[in-house]
């Protein structure tokens, strides 16, 4: 691989790569707002200025003040150029650290704040914000300016999603090119000059595409804040831990940020992988977190609608061996789920197979609408891992079960995962049985025909893998600590089935994976990530 | 090594003070003529060290760090953004801050930050200060010039948002020294370009 030479290091680059760049994938950071790897070269905001040492030199003329004169004489300085435009080449010398580009660096930074409010307290920005990270490297001098600030609109609402300080920014364009390049929705533009300059929605529109969070992402800056995440958390009290998104079957990296003093997710960033979801996560899987948190099962519930009785989740789970017990081993059904983690199906599969059953059905989701961004139409993250830990491809669906049941072919459920597509009322012969029983993290309609439901932890709460629609295993992270007395969802599965004389004799998750291909392709997708 | 010994001579004693009553006398005498001194006698010739806690108490000095309040804003919010600074600082983990954001048809809403819940655990603080170091907004402060009246009840030293609020400052104000131009004050330089 041909390579140049940055501030005395080799960099390898490949033909066509920028400066910038090239720097980027050797893991080297030259200054940068306006740039980012995802997106089209702007070079509107000149912090990544670097000095092309080889080559012709242009010399501009300058006025230096003369500290012995007192007076400003003339004099020239190297010309320098935008590191994220200019094309890497053989025998290129370029520096990004010489006095000149120091000098360069601090002084766009200092431009840059110069009508800053810098209101970093209430700023939702502050911690992550790369005018302070780039004041605290490569200004680190008091403001000089003594004059007001020029005032532009602020907490202006740009769409249901998302809120814009046009205080707070310094007109990169990013945002616009995220709406441009990523979405094709032309729905942000900027308008005016200088340090008059703002971004803006177009007339007649709201920013309401599927991607609005992502404008937010990629702002540097704290212009743009998510309506969500506003005022919410500080984020210098957050840890993130990797996690997969449970929204569809694309299976988009991303980083679970949770606050560990509260033990609750407080939101979703994209995690960069060039292989499934680039730099990049849709609003709906943005938002996915909330089913951490809303609508969940924390106890063991026995009986349905109004005689439903809350109870400890190992009570939960003794009556679920008292009423599966009254049926005959075969004539029990398992419902795997799209929804649920490969080793939450896998223990199902298992105990199935023990239990000597064949019947074995798929709950999944419906549909959901697609696009060709990044959006599956498969709105279940684990349509693959269910058939992978099931050993084919599953065809009966809850319908299949609903019949089988009224055939009097099965006589007892037993279901990880509440999602499913039917209607509740669709589901009459499951809420008429006797022994019904769910594992379920949420509510849902599964759940709600269920005479016992079980607690288990959900996503955020466990560790696990999704087989995404490439077929790509994916290992997701535990980021807090399940609620109290709920466990694992493989976990009580092994229990119940232990409870059932069918024990797994799995003592960790690794033990479950069906396929070994799956565990190495998820050790794999930890590695890369 | 010898350890040196240096011996003392005994003070000799006269007659009377061997007799042992007329030391004892001497002694009572002045016993009581501090007594009747201080108890009876005028306010400025009394030499007494204690004071009569809790009905008195001693003045503390100016920079003394006593119970935590929230100073107000002239209209009687509270001066805070929320912006949790002071819980970042603090390390005891004391302050507890939920965020909250004035609707837009409220006059304050040019403040956007402001504090729905805020809460310090008087029992967890250990008066360092460092929450009043930390505010940019001068908006707690320790000056009231009282420590935390006792009590048997944990609850009692959970101080909330109000509490804080009506607490006024050694000086009797409620207000900060430091003031500035607010949203709405004609010398305010305004929240957008509209509003000059």
């Given at each position: 691989m041909p390579s140049f030479t940055l501030d005395g290091q080799q960099v390898p680059y490949e033909p066509g790569d920028t400066i910038l760049r090239a720097a980027w994938r050797a893991g080297i950071e030259i200054p940068h707002y306006?740039?980012?790897?995802?997106l089209s070269v702007?070079?509107?905001?000149?912090?990544c200025l670097v000095h092309i040492e080889s080559g012709r030199q242009m010399a501009m003329p300058i006025l230096r003040f003369d500290q012995a004169k007192q007076t400003y004489v003339p004099d020239t300085k190297p010309k320098l150029m935008p590191a994220c435009q200019f094309p890497a080449g053989d025998d290129l010398v370029v520096s990004s650290t010489s006095e000149v580009v120091k000098t360069a660096q601090q002084h766009v930074q200092e431009w840059l704040l110069l009508?800053?409010?810098?209101?970093c307290p209430i700023?939702?920005?502050?911690?992550?914000c790369k005018l302070q990270d780039y004041w605290a490297t490569h200004d680190q001098q008091m403001?000089?300016?003594r004059t007001e600030i020029v005032h532009k609109p602020k907490a202006?609402?740009?769409?249901?999603?998302i809120v814009y300080d046009a205080e707070r920014c310094?007109?990169?364009t990013r945002c616009v090119r995220v709406c441009d390049e990523?979405?094709?929705?032309?729905v942000l533009d900027s308008r005016e000059r200088g340090n008059r300059s703002e971004i803006f929605v177009a007339p007649?529109?709201?920013?309401?595409?599927?991607?609005?969070?992502m404008t937010e992402h990629v702002c540097?800056?704290?212009?743009l804040t998510s309506r969500d995440f506003r005022?919410?958390?500080?984020?210098?009290f957050l840890k993130s831990a990797n996690g997969i998104c449970?929204?569809?079957?694309?299976?988009c990296n991303m980083h679970v940020d949770?606050?560990?003093?509260?033990?609750?997710v407080e939101r979703l960033r994209p995690r960069d992988n060039m292989d499934v979801n680039q730099f990049w996560m849709c609003d709906d899987g943005m938002m996915s977190y909330k089913a951490v948190r809303e609508d969940r099962v924390l106890t063991g519930l026995v009986g349905r609608g109004e005689a439903r009785e809350r109870v400890a989740a190992s009570a939960a789970l003794a009556f679920a061996v008292e009423r599966l017990s009254a049926?005959?081993?075969?004539k029990v059904a398992f419902v795997l789920s799209a929804t649920a983690s490969t080793e939450e199906n896998a223990a199902l599969a298992r105990l199935a197979e023990a239990m000597g059953s064949v019947h074995l059905y798929l709950a999944a989701r419906p549909d959901w609408e697609g696009d060709?961004?990044?959006?599956?139409?498969?709105?279940?993250?684990?349509r693959a891992g269910a058939n992978l830990a099931a050993g084919h491809a599953l065809e009966e669906s809850v319908e299949d079960l609903v019949s089988d049941l009224l055939a009097g072919a099965v006589g007892a459920v037993v279901a990880v995962?509440?999602?499913?597509?039917?209607a509740l009322e669709a589901l009459a012969p499951m809420a008429a049985l006797d022994a019904s029983v769910v594992f379920a993290s949420n509510h849902g309609v599964l759940s709600d025909a269920a005479s016992v439901v079980v607690p288990i932890a959900s996503w955020a709460e466990s560790v696990g893998t999704y087989v995404n629609e490439q077929g790509r295993a994916q290992a997701y992270r535990r980021a807090v600590t399940p609620p109290g007395g709920v466990q694992e969802g493989w976990r009580a599965i092994a229990d119940l089935a232990e409870a059932l004389g069918?024990?797994?004799?799995?003592?960790?998750?690794?033990?479950?994976?069906?396929?070994p291909a799956a565990n190495e392709a998820a050790a794999a997708a930890e590695v890369t990530a | 090594m010898t350890i040196g010994v240096k011996v003392l001579k005994k003070p000799p004693r006269t007659l009377a003070e061997q007799a042992y009553l007329p030391e004892t006398v001497k002694g009572l005498r002045l016993t009581m003529s501090r007594f009747f001194k201080n108890t009876f006698g005028p306010d400025s010739e009394k030499e007494i060290a204690?004071?009569?806690?809790p009905e008195e108490t001693r003045v503390y000095p100016e920079r003394f760090r006593g119970v935590h309040r929230l100073t107000q804003r002239a209209d009687g919010?509270?001066?805070?953004?929320?912006?949790?600074c002071c819980s970042t600082a603090c390390p005891a983990q004391c302050i507890h801050i939920e965020p909250g954001e004035y609707a837009a048809?409220?006059?304050?809403?040019?403040?956007e930050r402001y504090p729905k819940v805020f809460v310090i655990d008087e029992l967890r603080c250990?008066?360092?200060g460092y929450c009043v170091e930390a505010c940019p907004c001068d908006?707690?402060?320790?000056?009231?010039g009282v420590h935390m009246p006792a009590s048997t009840?944990?609850?009692?030293?959970?101080?909330d948002k109000e509490t804080l609020l009506s607490l006024p400052g050694a000086d009797g104000s409620?207000?900060?020294?430091n003031t500035r131009p607010e949203p709405?004050?004609?010398d305010h330089p305004g929240i957008d370009r509209d509003h000059h």
């Open positions: 306006c740039w980012h790897p995802g702007a070079a509107n905001c000149r912090m009508n800053h409010p810098v209101d700023c939702d920005q502050a911690g992550e403001k000089r300016k202006v609402r740009f769409g249901p999603t310094i007109s990169c990523l979405v094709g929705d032309h007649g529109r709201e920013l309401d595409h599927r991607y609005t969070l540097p800056v704290g212009a005022f919410k958390a500080r984020v210098w449970s929204g569809c079957a694309k299976g949770y606050d560990p003093r509260s033990r609750e049926v005959p081993a075969d060709d961004i990044l959006r599956s139409a498969d709105h279940n993250p684990n995962g509440a999602d499913s597509a039917e069918h024990g797994l004799g799995v003592e960790r998750t690794e033990e479950l994976m069906p396929m | 204690t004071v009569k806690y919010s509270p001066r805070c953004v929320a912006c949790l048809d409220d006059p304050r809403a040019g403040y250990i008066s360092c908006a707690i402060r320790m000056d009231t009840h944990r609850d009692h030293f959970l101080y409620l207000l900060t020294a709405g004050d004609a």
